[in-house]
């Protein structure tokens, strides 16, 4: 047997085969999460508990008798699994866009992303308590049981009908989005929802179909899925991140684009597993960062008009809970005080989680950015931190600085990648970047994989103050946040923090007065980026571990969250949050594997009930107090109503 | 609220009430149409004459008030209800989709009821839609949109139309071209609701103009006073 490009055929084949199955999930995949996004403007990242719903739908029906013994049901098989699934799974897509989603349309993207990861965790979490991470099997069905000898290689014909099943599923979804009525109705409705349902269509019951279809679609997949992969709850989240940067790479909500690079990139994952297997797990988020420093729109996106930033901000101009001086003086009482309170080692984590919050909060609370790949930040300086302080024996000031160093220039060049999107590609792409260092980390000989770098030594701080003491270590700790704290105030009540405020409020105005929004927004992710460095470096001393957590990306839907429930944009909020996220996270601890649903949960709660976070409800609360004050004194005076004031409220409503 | 007297109207707006997030837009609007008539809102910018389309289109989601359409309650019904009960919007932006070709624009509204315009009709009326049929519905001047816009509204049978500044920066030639349309549609019994600043256009077809202050019609004039009136509505609209 002759070898192609020196490696033997049979293994080319074999993994170009494996290559195009993988992209056939991919493309049914990143085709509902692209119709999705396309039609109802949400990041569907429940996408992969969903497929994992169908793959588990088509288990349960082949175990119908045991499930539900006494009924007489009959084992349901494939077959039957292929037509009722996805619908069912669909119906619970329904469901989920009538109670949860379509709460979030008119919102800001973090709100949906942060549902939909909750929605993912809670689903993921519950299943994860059921099943544990042990797969079942499921057997391919006795039609399409076998091979076909192809003189070159062996086809087995179930691989053969995936193939041939996810291209005509997805040509046939395309053409009726493309070439129907059906689909001009939904494409008029991406467009102009309002208009559409002037013209007499049911339009939020059409977005409900359409996620049902995309859901069904995934529900489909992990049908087809089951016979392949083992059934196991962690089957839809090690796929969906994947997914996403397939619909990046695509263009986002291109129907065309989903399907064609989901196919592409499988096969081009197939190839880096012959070729450079070391590779194979990164391949498509370097192809992906590629594609978008040439074409950012993706390859087949078309450039949409400019998205305007997110401006979520809470915070209220010369509110007592706004000022710098008099918070930096309690949050330093209250921060000496706390190691009498709590076990100092508690105290450190609030101050790290919490600075990890501030440094966040400056890019998307301040600038408006979406950000969610924060982890790769945190992690990686915690990994260099822990790695010099460990292999090299360096001290822990010098270990920090590098630690800080490294995520300064990650955060550089995930910036400089990212800063030219908006809203959920924004989201999209530093997810996607922060997956890279998160595959590098699994992969790497000096992170120790699964083990992460264990047993760091504290040392001395320049040399005399003896960390492993941990009143020194927390003292050491605290002064690190409120330096930090200062840091980010200063920052945003600077002339810098002005013109980014502007960018926020309005960006195409800011950049015809002469401001390069880019640059600032890209200075705003370098010091977000630096101070999380900050903080990564810091909990890798205190905890005296480097672990994969501290770099996937649940730890940048943590540090989102913990900004939104204490106070988007506010001074204090992401240390209000961050002490609330550590609490729950101290109470769930004795939950055992109920925690990640329950955080799920959390995510969920804090969508529909608490969206302008703790500190904004006590803004609010507060400027109505005024408020009403202010009416008060003005009943003393008769009112004076003048026609000129009328004429000025008319006019304001009526140029909308 | 003020009593709702039916004097043969198909419309009757009563005591609208409107409002924009914080800010009020109608403050207590009335007025009324009558089947086959041709009403126009008139008045300055900002004065709630497109608020008032859009609140009886269903697209206000804060207002109060009533709004009767053919002895039916409309001001709780959803935009898509409003539509099947035969009245169609036509929006000042025109709302021509870019992602649509003009064919699928033109047959993007359903057909709500018979007695819609035939295709060959509209294309007697507008001949350049027929050869853009398949160009992208944005690639259109802003006057073939206009016509596109007029057009779609007119194939779904619906036989009462809100037509939102039909001639806003558009060239004469065409406003004339319009302006035939309109008359043709009111020839043929249609009943249209039309918000309009060039009142030397409005003139020529409208039945009654209604004049928006402040969010409420403040004076109502017949065609047949429309000369002893003319300097009186020229300052309402400060011309």
């Not at chain 1, 991919?26 to 085709?31: F, P």
């Not at chain 1, 007065?513 to 101070?531: E, P």
């Not at chain 2, 009020?24 to 608020?51: Q, Y």
């Not at chain 2, 779904?156 to 071209?177: C, H, M, N, R, S």
């Amino acid at each position: 047997m002759t070898d192609l490009l020196g490696v033997p055929p049979a293994l080319l084949f074999g993994q170009l085969l494996v290559g195009l199955i993988n992209g056939s999930f991919y493309a049914m995949m990143s085709l509902g999460v692209a119709i999705i996004f396309g039609m109802l403007r949400i990041g569907n990242f429940v996408h992969g508990a969903q497929y994992m719903l169908g793959a588990f739908g088509a288990w349960y029906l082949l175990r119908l008798p045991e499930l539900l013994p006494g009924l007489g049901l009959p084992s349901l098989g494939y077959w039957w699994a292929f037509f009722i699934v996805p619908v069912v799974v669909g119906m619970i897509g329904a469901l989920m866009e009538r109670l949860f989603i379509r709460r979030v349309y008119d919102l800001e993207h973090a709100y949906g992303l942060l549902l939909t990861v909750g929605l993912a965790m809670v689903i993921e979490g519950l299943f994860n308590v059921a099943y544990g991470a042990a797969g079942q099997t499921y057997g391919v069905p006795d039609a399409l049981k076998g091979g076909i000898n192809l003189g070159f290689m062996f086809l087995p014909i179930y691989r053969a009908w995936v193939i041939g099943a996810a291209l005509v599923i997805c040509f046939g979804a395309w053409f009726v989005i493309e070439r129907t009525k059906l689909g001009s109705y939904l494409r008029a409705a991406t467009e102009n929802p309002d208009l559409v349902r002037a013209f007499g269509i049911n339009v939020p019951r059409m977005l409900m179909l359409t996620y049902a279809f995309g859901v069904g679609l995934a529900g489909l997949a992990g049908v087809m899925a089951a016979p392949i992969y083992q059934v196991s709850p962690q089957m839809g989240q090690s796929i969906i991140v994947t997914i996403f940067a397939v619909v990046v790479i695509g263009g986002m909500g291109s129907i065309f684009g989903a399907i064609v690079s989901g196919l592409m990139l499988g096969l081009i994952e197939g190839l880096t597993k012959v070729f450079y297997p070391e590779a194979s797990t990164t391949v498509i988020f370097i192809i992906m960062t590629i594609v978008l420093v040439f074409r950012p729109a993706g390859l087949f996106g078309r450039e949409t008009s400019s998205h305007t930033v997110a401006d979520l901000s809470s915070g209220r101009v010369g509110s007592i809970l706004e000022n710098s001086r008099l918070w930096l003086l309690i949050l330093a009482v209250i921060g000496a005080a706390l190691p009498f309170v709590v076990y100092p080692i508690f105290g450190m984590k609030i101050l790290c989680l919490a600075l990890f919050a501030c440094a966040y909060n400056l890019i998307f609370g301040y600038v408006g950015l979406l950000a969610f790949g924060h982890a790769a930040f945190y992690g990686s300086a915690a990994y260099v931190t822990a790695h010099a302080a460990t292999a090299w024996g360096l001290p822990p000031e010098i270990s920090i600085f590098l630690g800080i160093c490294v995520s300064t220039m990650i955060g550089a060049l995930f910036g400089w990648l990212a800063i030219r999107r908006q809203g959920l590609y924004f989201a999209m792409i530093t997810l996607a970047l922060a997956q890279i260092v998160y595959f590098y980390a699994v992969q790497s000989g000096w992170t120790h994989g699964e083990d992460g770098i264990q047993s760091v030594p504290r040392g001395r701080l320049f040399g005399f103050i003896d960390l492993n003491n941990s009143l020194n270590m927390y003292y050491v700790t605290l002064a690190v946040f409120l330096a930090g704290f200062a840091f980010v105030n200063r920052i945003v009540r600077s002339p810098f923090g002005r013109t980014l405020k502007s960018i926020r409020e309005n960006e195409p105005r800011a950049i015809s007065l002469g401001y390069h929004a880019d640059r600032f927004k890209l200075i705003a992710f370098i010091l977000s980026a630096m101070l999380s460095g900050v903080a990564g470096s810091m909990k890798a001393i205190i905890f005296q571990l480097a672990s994969l957590a501290d770099v996937f990306f649940m730890t940048s839907a943590d540090v989102l969250l913990m900004t939104l429930i204490g106070g988007v944009g506010t001074m204090l909020g992401p240390v209000v949050g961050a002490t609330i996220v550590a609490v729950l996270q101290r109470e769930f601890a004795s939950f055992g594997a109920w925690v990640v649903a329950m955080q799920g949960a959390i995510f969920v709660l804090c969508v529909l009930f608490l969206r302008k976070g703790v500190i904004g409800t006590l803004e609010e609360f507060l400027s109505n107090r005024e408020e009403r004050r202010h009416s008060a004194l003005d009943e003393i005076k008769p009112m004076d109503r003048s026609p000129l004031s009328q004429t000025a409220e008319a006019d304001a409503g009526g140029v909308r | 609220m003020s009593k709702l007297e039916n004097n043969g109207a198909i419309l009757t707006v009563a005591d609208l009430h409107a409002w924009y997030g914080e800010s009020k837009a109608l403050h207590g609007m009335n007025f009324h149409v009558k089947p086959g008539e041709l009403v126009t809102l008139l008045g300055r910018n900002g004065a709630g004459k497109t608020t008032a389309l859009r609140s009886i289109m269903g697209l206000v989601r804060r207002k109060s008030g009533a709004i009767r359409f053919a002895d039916e309650e409309l001001s709780h019904r959803p935009a898509e209800f409003i539509a099947r009960r035969g009245i169609a919007y036509c929006p000042e932006e025109r709302g021509i989709f870019a992602s649509l070709s003009v064919g699928e624009n033109l047959e993007l509204p359903p057909v709500i009821a018979t007695g819609g315009m035939p295709i060959d009709e509209i294309f007697a009326l507008f001949p350049n839609l027929k050869r853009r049929w398949s160009s992208q519905g944005t690639k259109l001047s802003g006057g073939e949109q206009q016509m596109l816009a007029i057009a779609r509204i007119l194939r779904t049978g619906a036989k009462f139309l809100l037509l939102d500044e039909p001639t806003e920066g558009l060239a004469p030639v065409i406003v004339q071209q319009i302006a035939a349309v309109i008359q043709r549609l009111k020839e043929q019994g249609y009943t249209l609701l039309m918000v309009e600043q060039n009142f030397r256009f409005a003139a020529k077809l409208a039945d009654r103009y209604c004049v928006v202050e402040h969010g409420r019609v403040v004076e109502t004039f017949r065609r047949d006073e429309l000369d002893a009136a003319t300097h009186k509505i020229e300052v309402y609209l400060g011309v």
